[in-house]
């Protein structure tokens, strides 16, 4: 799989800026002036990129009130049915050109998630510039096989995926000729128990896979996306609404705009602060190692004295003869006589 992407025109690649997504799912509540206040907020916080889903209720599920079509497993949603859920949440398809457009305006990237053919053909026709898949969409092998075939790239979450599924869509991807694959560290509990996140399994996706990794994360705060950067993230995922008072379906595990702003400033504090990995000394700690410690003659010494631990000591600066030859001075002589508070170097050693 390839080790460098471009999406949108950007970069993406191990020494490159962590690409940063603002998920915008259902916090538009169905207004298409918020989801354009969205798309600003995002601009504003930093974020490369604005993702939207595309779906219909009636693409994603059925209209039944059957129990395996009820929210009912201890989730933010119980008490509808899949298909209200998605009614409510899903963006329609014809605000997607619009916010394509302002999107660029902004600077920003736009893609997002299909969740049947007819979504995938629609992105394609939009010339959107990848596709997201949910990880409840991983076993979808004809989904992901059409997206493919389109050879942008495909980013997929891993958050309900076991391994076998993972191994099926990369197949998929390389049957097709299509090896821009990344590959996100998700935990489909919304919003997310920081114990159950694991952020160490992204390097081992990494290794496992030989390909791009990065978090779609649904904690609260700024922290474990930070952390995931350390590990290796280069693509950070992270719902954006403007006040998660304002309800609706992801509002209340979505960032506000000054919680994305402060995610996206520490991601790029950390970024020059992980640096290289090869060991070397900066310039300032170059230019700081005059203050080493280093031999002194620290009592008057008279000509053919000999050096003893009272005369002789290791002290701050460095500008004397290295403290690793202190044993070998001990017991010569002074070459001349020498003052108190002289960095002692070898011609004054006899």
Not at 55 to 84: C, K, M, P, V
Not at 88 to 99: I, K, N, V
Not at 147 to 155: C, D, E, G, N, Q
Not at 277 to 298: A, I, N, P, W
Request: with cysteine; glycine share 6%.
């Amino acid at each position: 799989m390839n080790q460098e992407i471009y999406l949108g025109g950007r970069r993406i690649a191990a020494d490159s800026p962590t690409f940063i997504v603002a998920e915008m799912s259902a916090n538009h509540l169905q207004d298409y002036d918020r989801a354009v206040r969205i798309l600003h907020a995002a601009k504003e916080a930093g974020a490369d990129a604005i993702k939207l889903q595309t779906y219909t209720a009636d693409t994603i599920t059925l209209d039944s009130d059957a129990e395996a079509f009820q929210n009912r497993s201890g989730t933010l949603w119980d008490g509808t049915t899949l298909h209200q859920l998605y009614e409510e949440a899903s963006t329609p398809w014809e605000w997607h050109p619009r916010l394509m457009e302002e999107a660029k305006k902004l600077g920003l990237i736009c893609f997002s998630s299909p969740f049947d053919f007819t979504a995938v053909d629609f992105m394609a026709e939009l010339d959107m510039p990848a596709f997201k898949f949910a990880s409840y969409e991983i076993n979808d092998i004809p989904l992901i096989r059409r997206a493919a075939k389109l050879h942008k790239p495909m980013i997929f979450a891993t958050g309900i995926a076991r391994l076998e599924d993972i191994e099926r869509a990369f197949t998929v991807c390389k049957e097709e000729g299509n090896e821009d694959v990344i590959l996100l560290k998700c935990v489909s509990a919304y919003p997310t128990p920081y114990e159950d996140i694991n952020l160490r399994v992204i390097p081992t996706l990494q290794q496992t896979f030989g390909c791009l990794t990065g978090l779609s994360d649904h904690s609260m705060g700024t922290t474990v996306a930070v952390g995931a950067v350390a590990l290796g993230a280069k693509m950070v995922e992270k719902h954006l609404t403007l006040r998660r008072s304002d309800g609706g379906p992801d509002g209340a595990f979505s960032m506000e705009p000054a919680e994305f702003k402060e995610m996206v400033d520490n991601i790029r504090i950390l970024e020059k602060a992980l640096g290289s990995s090869s060991y070397r000394l900066m310039d300032v700690q170059k230019l700081e190692r005059k203050d080493s410690r280093s031999l002194f003659v620290v009592k008057d010494v008279a000509p053919g004295e000999v050096f003893t631990a009272e005369n002789v000591r290791s002290i701050r600066p460095g500008c004397g003869l290295h403290p690793m030859y202190y044993e070998e001075i001990l017991g010569r002589k002074a070459a001349c006589a020498i003052r108190k508070g002289t960095p002692l170097s070898w011609n004054l050693v006899n």
